[in-house]
């Protein structure tokens, strides 16, 4: 079976120091659930730190937010995959809705990101998600399927089981408005059915889908009940060690 996967994503929140306060913090709680997948994706200054500290015992691994897709060359202000591998990451987040909106990121570009991580030996937390007007306007499934198509269609087979699938719908992302656990599931099963369709029934069982937007202690239980949601991506709600310990923690 699918392992939950709980994914904190700080954004641009935490200093190197209060990053080490953190992760300490959360090294030390004595009952950290063994059953589930933890990551933390800090900014890109405290990764060199913390990965440092998870040398010495290593309960939660460790995600970047971005990536470049070269592995080097004139692009300033970028990162490239080589340097993430090196510092110990074991995920990207790419495509996330904040860096398609804010920041301009194509579907092309994703693209090219998604396939540089998995040759970089990460594995990408893959964003998509539609806008409010477009739910109301019924093309979630629409363009849903375009991203999944323009950033998989033409990624080797044998990638696909190093992927992570995350629906993010934009219009729950930091807006306390978070997809019932109901909505979340129709879209989580109609992507799952389309790696089935893509790359096979067994790789589609494998492969982790998890939801972001507006995840909290009080709402992840019922998401995570759910067959097809295997994790949460959290953003506001991992900034502060103690909800993000509640969600860690949401089976108890
Ligand atoms: P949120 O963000 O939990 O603050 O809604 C989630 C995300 O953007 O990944």
Not at 48 to 77: M, R
Not at 170 to 199: D, F, L
Not at 215 to 238: F, T
Request: net charge neutral.
């Amino acid at each position: 079976m699918r392992k939950p996967l709980i994914i904190a994503n700080w954004k641009m929140n935490h200093t190197v120091n209060e990053a080490l306060k953190f992760l300490t913090v959360l090294q030390k709680q004595p009952n950290l659930p063994s059953d589930i997948d933890m990551v933390i994706c800090p900014p890109f200054t405290c990764l060199q730190s913390l990965s440092i500290l998870l040398a010495e015992e290593k309960k939660v691994s460790l995600g970047a937010q971005n990536v470049h897709w070269e592995k080097a060359g004139a692009y300033t202000g970028e990162v490239s995959p080589l340097f993430l591998k090196e510092l110990g990451c074991d995920y990207v987040i790419v495509g996330h809705s904040e860096r398609r909106q804010l920041f301009f990121e194509t579907n092309e570009m994703i693209s090219k990101k998604v396939k540089a991580v998995l040759e970089n030996e990460m594995i990408p937390i893959f964003c998509i998600g539609e806008t409010k007007q477009e739910r109301d306007q019924g093309k979630t499934q629409m363009v849903i399927q375009t991203q999944l198509r323009s950033a998989l269609d033409f990624l080797p087979h044998n990638f696909f089981s190093h992927l992570v699938i995350a629906y993010e719908p934009v219009w729950a992302i930091g807006t306390g408005q978070n997809a019932t656990p109901e909505v979340a599931e129709e879209v989580h099963h109609y992507i799952r059915e389309w790696v089935s369709k893509k790359v096979g029934g067994e790789i589609a069982g494998q492969i982790r889908i998890v939801y972001g937007g507006s995840v909290k202690p009080d709402n992840c239980a019922e998401l995570l009940k759910k067959p097809d949601i295997d994790g949460v991506l959290v953003g506001g709600a991992s900034v502060s060690v103690d909800s993000f310990l509640q969600i860690v923690n949401y089976r108890r």
